[in-house]
RNA sequence: GCCCAUAUGGCUCAGGGGUAGAGCACUUCCUUGGUAAGGAAGAGGUCGUGAGUUCAAGUCUCACUAUGGGCUCCA
């Protein structure tokens, strides 16, 4: 619907033009013909409730730190944040004070005014303000625009809300540090995250899910489940894997294996360390150098493998080829180590050590986009299989590269042939790819809605090359072969992890680290539960026995609480008769079954971890 | 790496300048129970590491280590 002509409600914060921008009230003034943003939880009514939210809280800070310089404060997905300069030391406990203050004004009732000045009044306005003075070196606009509410006045794009009333909402996130424009060699600046809705439901219920989202952390539950551990004496960005842990894992990696000789791959394996000569060769020194752990042994400088191609290539180059042999698919879990920066670790999501399910594709140009294809299917299918959604990404070509910006354009359309022929979306990350060549990289969200990069994908001409890896062509010519990097699941880490949030610890069946606990009702009855043990042993099922001289009730609690796919009493009746009692915890179920009835469903539910 | 915060028995957490507490877990004993915590007794920490202030430091200061939240998204 269309309003004109009149200013129709007291609950209008805005407007949407014809091309689709945010006028603020300030802006389109009395009698404005566009279609009205009401006070509500739109997306464009938050987008100028959270900016507003942002300027209210630059206020608060003004009162309560008077030194305070601000820098920018935009909407952002997860609300809004301000960057500022201050010279006392903000902490978590500040916020509370900060949020204070912000309702404090509110009660002021100050409307919010705009007005505008030309840029060279803004820089006489704003001398003494080098932050004010930065920001305005981007903008290429010679009017800009002030909004002032009380005594506080901002240089600002908008929107804005009319007034504070309609600042209710809110809730100060998190304090961090933020570097002047994301420059890694610029001063940190303090930055304040918050959000804010239309009503008071909304962020409670905002709120919740953060709470839940919480409980679902893959370090939570790693820890809680005996999946994996760190230890400070050991270092930083080290994984441990406890024997639950490495169970599941082993079963990732058991159905990946059998997933990749199905498909035509072969299992290889290189060293940990090579010799810094040949990462020299690579351009990896030059390149990811700052990435790698060196070592030298004998007066010889070597280094620790950061990435498996090395070894693929000389395992290929061992033999002569032919184009017969190609396509040529190598496959590692291979363990790398990667100097990553100390305040990027999390958890497993991102550490220092860990096993790619990396594989290396040796074929002919022409080949590669029918190869892409068939590893982009076989990143589907393992998606498929465990419900993951995911978005791909072709990252081109970055600033430090190796290679000539022909094979560059040449590899990319390779991999934008590969999606756009069969219809796959994507999108695009301006350069973004590995020195060495594009790439479409495979993203996966966390609980908390953090985007991880797991499969990827790259096309490489400049290791063939700078390796002189050859095969011999049909026409009896020697010629260089395409070399294709690939992990669908990126590392076995950072699956496990996201794997972990994605099902809050529920695996299913073929993946549980513990599929049946059995609960026997007294010790008499223990034998028969270690004999089902044994027997789901014999057909790669783990199971545990709870017979731990507590109370029925404790231990069947007990058993709940494992998040185990199946929790099993035997007793009497049960031994009698050959059957066993099955709490299904999934299906929240519970019904007896035969030994053998038993046997069959649960080697049957194993049959649903193949791909 | 940089900014802010945190660091107490296996876990979760309380305490707070005068030499440590709780619950769960653990050990032993009683109990042998039919579907989410039976009972009793016991053991376990010198308070992340190092240095400093102090008559006295988990408790204050500094450094280090580890962990957590951030570090593209343009007034």
Same mark, same amino acid.
């Given at each position: 619907m269309i309003y004109k002509g009149t200013h129709l409600s007291e609950n209008t914060i805005g407007y949407i033009d014809d091309q689709g921008n945010i006028l603020d009230t300030q802006t389109a003034g009395e009698n404005c013909s566009a279609t009205p943003i009401e006070y509500d939880n739109s997306k464009e009514s938050l987008e100028i409730i959270r900016h507003s939210t942002a300027h209210l809280?630059?206020?608060?800070? @003004?009162?309560?730190?008077? +030194?305070?310089?601000?820098?920018?404060?935009?909407?952002?997905?997860?609300?809004?944040? /301000?960057?500022?300069?201050?010279?006392?030391?903000?902490?978590?406990?500040?916020?509370?004070?900060?949020?204070?203050?912000?309702?404090?004004?509110?009660?002021?009732? /100050?409307?919010?005014?705009? /007005?505008?000045?030309?840029?060279?009044e803004a820089k006489d306005k704003f001398a003494n303000d080098d932050l004010k003075l930065k920001v305005m070196e981007r903008i290429d606009d010679d009017t800009l625009s002030i909004y002032k509410q009380g005594d506080f006045e901002d240089l600002c794009r908008g929107p804005h809300v009319p007034a504070l009333r309609f600042l209710h909402n809110f809730k100060l996130t998190r304090v961090a540090g933020a570097y002047l424009g994301g420059d890694e060699k610029a001063e940190m600046l303090t930055r304040i995250y918050g959000i804010a809705f239309a009503d008071k439901e909304s962020l409670k219920a905002y709120l919740t899910m953060m709470e839940e989202a919480k409980k679902r952390d893959h370090r939570k539950l790693g820890a809680e489940m005996e999946l994996f551990m760190f230890n400070e004496e050991a270092g930083a960005g080290l994984p441990f894997w406890m024997p639950k842990g490495a169970k599941l894992r082993y079963k990732l990696e058991s159905i990946l294996h059998k997933a990749h000789l199905t498909r035509g791959y072969e299992p290889v394996r290189g060293p940990e360390i090579l010799k810094a000569d040949l990462w020299r060769t690579s351009g990896h020194y030059a390149c990811y150098g700052e990435n790698m752990y060196l070592t030298t042994i004998d007066e010889q400088e070597y280094g620790i493998k950061p990435m498996n191609c090395l070894g693929h290539i000389q395992v290929f180059k061992q033999s002569p080829k032919s184009y017969r042999d190609l396509p040529l698919r190598y496959y590692e879990y291979g363990v790398v180590h990667r100097h990553e920066k100390s305040g990027v670790l999390h958890?497993?999501?991102?550490?220092?050590?860990?096993?790619?399910?990396?594989?290396?594709?040796?074929?002919?140009?022409?080949?590669?986009?029918?190869?892409?294809?068939?590893? !982009?299917?076989? !990143?589907?299918? !393992?998606?498929?299989?465990?419900?993951?959604? /995911? @978005?791909?990404?072709?990252? $081109?070509?970055?600033?430090?590269?190796?290679?000539?910006?022909?094979?560059?354009?040449?590899?990319?359309?390779?991999?934008?042939?590969?999606?756009?022929?069969?219809?796959?979306?994507? $999108?695009?990350? #301006?350069?973004?790819?590995?020195?060495?060549?594009?790439k479409i990289d495979i993203k996966i969200t966390d609980a908390i809605g953090r985007k991880w990069q797991c499969g990827t994908i790259q096309v490489d001409f400049n290791l063939p090359q700078r390796f002189e890896v050859e095969y011999v062509a049909e026409d009896n010519t020697r010629k260089q072969p395409v070399m294709i990097h690939r992990a669908i699941l990126g590392s076995f880490e950072r699956f496990i992890g996201i794997l972990t949030e994605h099902y809050a610890g529920e695996f299913p069946f073929f993946l549980a680290p513990t599929q049946v606990i059995f609960v026997p009702i007294?010790?008499?009855?223990?034998?028969?539960?270690? #004999?089902?043990?044994?027997?789901?042993?014999? #057909?790669?099922?783990?199971?545990?026995?709870?017979?731990? +001289?507590?109370?029925?009730?404790?231990?069947?609690?007990?058993?709940?609480?494992?998040?185990?796919?199946?929790?099993?009493?035997?007793? #009497?009746?049960e031994v009698t008769n050959r059957t066993v009692a099955i709490r299904d915890r999934r299906n929240k179920e519970q019904y007896n079954l035969t030994q053998d009835e038993f046997m069959v469903k649960l080697t049957k539910q194993l049959q649903e971890g193949k791909i």
């Open positions: 809280m630059a206020q608060a800070i @003004t009162e309560l730190y008077p +030194n305070s310089q601000f820098f920018v404060g935009p909407v952002v997905d997860e609300g809004f944040y /301000y960057d500022f300069r201050v010279d006392e030391q903000i902490g978590e406990s500040d916020l509370k004070a900060i949020e204070k203050k912000m309702k404090e004004l509110i009660k002021k009732k /100050y409307k919010i005014e705009k /007005y505008e000045i030309s840029k060279s958890g497993l999501l991102r550490v220092r050590e860990f096993t790619q399910d990396d594989a290396h594709i040796f074929c002919e140009p022409e080949q590669i986009a029918q190869e892409v294809l068939e590893v !982009v299917e076989f !990143v589907d299918s !393992v998606m498929k299989l465990f419900g993951f959604e /995911y @978005t791909m990404e072709i990252a $081109t070509k970055p600033e430090k590269a190796i290679g000539e910006d022909a094979v560059w354009d040449m590899a990319t359309q390779g991999l934008k042939d590969a999606l756009e022929g069969n219809n796959l979306p994507y $999108t695009i990350d #301006e350069g973004g790819g590995a020195f060495y060549g594009p007294s010790d008499t009855f223990a034998d028969y539960a270690y #004999e089902l043990k044994k027997a789901l042993l014999l #057909e790669g099922i783990d199971s545990e026995v709870y017979d731990k +001289n507590d109370s029925l009730n404790k231990r069947i609690r007990n058993a709940e609480k494992q998040r185990v796919p199946y929790v099993v009493v035997v007793g #009497e009746e």
